[in-house]
């Protein structure tokens, strides 16, 4: 440590002893030397260099990924890109994941063909050789990611080992706790190593992360969500977590004074439900209800393993099975639009600034106990968040799956406000980001473009294209698995396509089919359902007429199931792309200290499993 600190002059001791400021000069110098002693991961010619090659990738492939589902038989999309059978690709995607085995192509391919593609006609002929330059140009082939531990242990000085570290499979039981234990961890020491003890939460949602942050690691957290309905929902479930926070902590303590009695960790939790409302199936603490059934199971696994979390995390351990055990279990959840504050109503937003004040209000009558404060805003780039937050100091900014541009606001709003003095963005919804150089001129929110961020794609003009975005979303990993894709469902929507095409000139409506596969019995049943959505005459049709469509293309259903797998196979090189744009961003800005590219999560359970992390120079603050 002494090789790398900055020897105060002498001038410099002087005038700090004698205004009284030694140990904050010392602990200036100090912080802005452990920020040197981050690794600078990859230089910013080194990520354009990395993007320059998922480009030129792109630029042969990217065509298969914008080919749209819908229009897959009419538009002939196997014929237009494919030269091998839908056999042939199938078999080679499962046999792929085989790391050892080495392409198989002769000399005349090498030489005709660029990712698979032949020069000449531009259709694909050689599949193996599509998908190793797939996996190649990915995040992880690229090799510029940091692991979670990695950038751990590049955030504290020394890493004291405290125990065995748990795997995640152990006692993480749902996807929503996978993230919130991941990530909070990272954030606490990203509050810790810039000296703040703020954060704020970026599209909050329902408070979970926010939550968890307060009540783990005592850190004040401002959780800001565009939906009153998420901010509502947040600050309730705070109140009724600290609330169950207290009642299992009296029942941990009794359970630590009798430890050599003979019941179980469940039978203790029982103690804490004294009440049960009939077939709600909910938990009750002092009679209102904290957590359901199916939520309490994550719980007990988590009690189960209580003694091994406490080696792993120092702060308030016995807070930790508490909130994680009253995640919510589902994995799928909806957002609610953003509306930008000029569309708002005056009396919307009188009402939302009253009762932010009042939130803060009642915050303050709370007393230090309360340690997250859930707000309802709109917020970009331009946001002002004093306005917000009158309390605000240096903070951490944090956004855990926030959809579309919200992500890349996130960044700018990072980069243009001196009080915040580090940033963790996970993103998702890849397909919600407006694009600036988006042919069909869609525009931007607030005349900012969520892609492309940085000035190096921006000078480039780059553009994805929403089906392509749309396919960034897919789960690789999950897929592989056989999870993800239905593919019954999508044969159906193509194949209606063509019967709107042969048999209704507004094919094009621009109504929407909608989920009725989940609800049809059969084919029939699916198209006519789905003209009666559309509001077209569905008495043209003879049930035998639309089977008949059905038994035409149903030996076709492997060229489709063959071309969505290159579609998944593509899928992390488009949200690399993304991702190395959102980097690059960063590395563009000159007073950062650090920024990279980090996996937080396990891709099996939570696939948007990358983070943005960026940290200021401590000067910039000053």
């Not at 499962?94 to 392409?103: A, K, N």
């Not at 397909?431 to 940085?454: R, V």
């Not at 921006?458 to 593919?487: H, K, P, T, Y």
């Not at 699916?526 to 293309?553: F, K, M």
């Amino acid at each position: 440590m002494s090789n790398h600190l900055t020897v105060f002059s002498t001038a410099n001791v002087w005038a700090c002893i004698s205004s009284g400021r030694l140990l904050t000069c010392f602990t200036q110098v100090l912080l802005r030397e452990l920020f040197k002693m981050i690794p600078s991961s990859y230089s910013l010619t080194e990520i354009q260099r990395r993007m320059d090659e998922v480009k030129r990738f792109l630029n042969i492939t990217l065509s298969i990924a914008n080919a749209h589902t819908v229009e897959f038989y009419t538009h002939d999309v196997w014929n237009r890109f494919m030269a091998v059978p839908p056999q042939e690709v199938l078999s080679t995607v499962s046999t792929c994941s085989d790391q050892q085995r080495e392409p198989e192509h002769n000399a005349k391919e090498q030489a005709g063909t660029t990712f698979g593609f032949c020069n000449d006609t531009n259709r694909l002929v050689d599949t193996r050789e599509l998908l190793q330059a797939a996996k190649a140009h990915s995040l992880p082939g690229l090799g510029v990611c940091m692991s979670r531990d990695e950038l751990l242990q590049a955030l504290r000085e020394k890493r004291e080992e405290n125990g065995a570290e748990l795997e995640p499979d152990e006692f993480m039981n749902s996807k929503k706790s996978h993230e919130v234990q991941s990530m909070s961890e990272v954030v606490a020491c990203l509050a810790q190593r810039c000296g703040v003890k703020q954060v704020i939460d970026i599209g909050s949602g329902k408070g979970y992360l926010s939550s968890f942050l307060s009540l783990q690691y005592g850190l004040r957290v401002y959780g800001i969500d565009a939906s009153t309905t998420n901010t509502h929902g947040a600050q309730e479930r705070n109140r009724k977590l600290k609330k169950f926070s207290r009642a299992y902590q009296k029942h941990s303590k009794a359970m630590k004074a009798q430890s050599e009695a003979t019941h179980s960790p469940q039978e203790e939790l029982a103690e804490i439900k004294p009440v049960m409302n009939g077939g709600d199936d909910v938990l009750y603490v002092d009679g209102e209800s904290v957590v359901s059934q199916e939520e309490e199971k994550v719980f007990i696994g988590l009690l189960e393993v209580k003694p091994a979390m406490e080696r792993h995390q120092e702060p308030n351990p016995e807070t930790e099975e508490l909130f994680l055990g009253a995640l919510s279990v589902d994995v799928i959840q909806t957002t609610s639009p953003r509306v930008p504050p000029s569309q708002l109503s005056a009396e919307e937003r009188e009402r939302r600034k009253r009762e932010n004040l009042e939130r803060k209000a009642q915050n303050r009558s709370d007393g230090a106990s309360t340690v997250f404060s859930p707000l309802t805003s709109y917020v970009t780039a331009e946001t002002e968040l004093r306005e917000l937050i009158n309390e605000l100091e240096d903070a951490v900014m944090v956004g855990l799956h926030t959809c579309g541009d919200l992500a890349p606001s996130t960044l700018r709003m990072f980069v243009a406000k001196p009080e915040l003095a580090a940033v963790c963005s996970v993103g998702c919804c890849y397909h919600l980001l407006s694009e600036e150089f988006d042919p069909a001129g869609q525009g931007c929110l607030d005349g900012m473009c969520g892609f492309p961020l940085s000035q190096y794609l921006r000078d480039r003009s780059w553009f994805c294209g929403r089906n392509a975005r749309m396919s960034a979303c897919l789960a690789l990993e999950r897929v592989s698995l056989g999870q993800g894709i239905q593919m019954e469902s999508l044969f159906y929507r193509a194949v209606l396509h063509v019967i709107l095409r042969d048999h209704y000139s507004s094919f094009k409506s621009e109504k929407r089919v909608g989920n009725v596969y989940s609800k049809a019995k059969s084919f029939v049943d699916y198209v006519r359902r789905a003209l009666r959505r559309l509001e077209l005459d569905e008495s043209q049709l003879l049930d035998s007429d639309i089977q008949g469509y059905h038994d035409t293309y149903r030996p076709r259903m492997d060229e489709m199931h063959a071309f969505n797998m290159l579609k998944v196979a593509l899928a992390p090189c488009i949200e690399g792309l993304i991702l190395l744009d959102r980097l690059c961003y960063l590395k563009e800005q000159v007073d950062l200290s650090f920024s990279a590219l980090v996996q937080l999560f396990d891709p099996l359970l939570s696939p948007r499993c990358y983070a943005v992390v960026g940290l200021k120079s401590y000067k910039v603050r000053t």
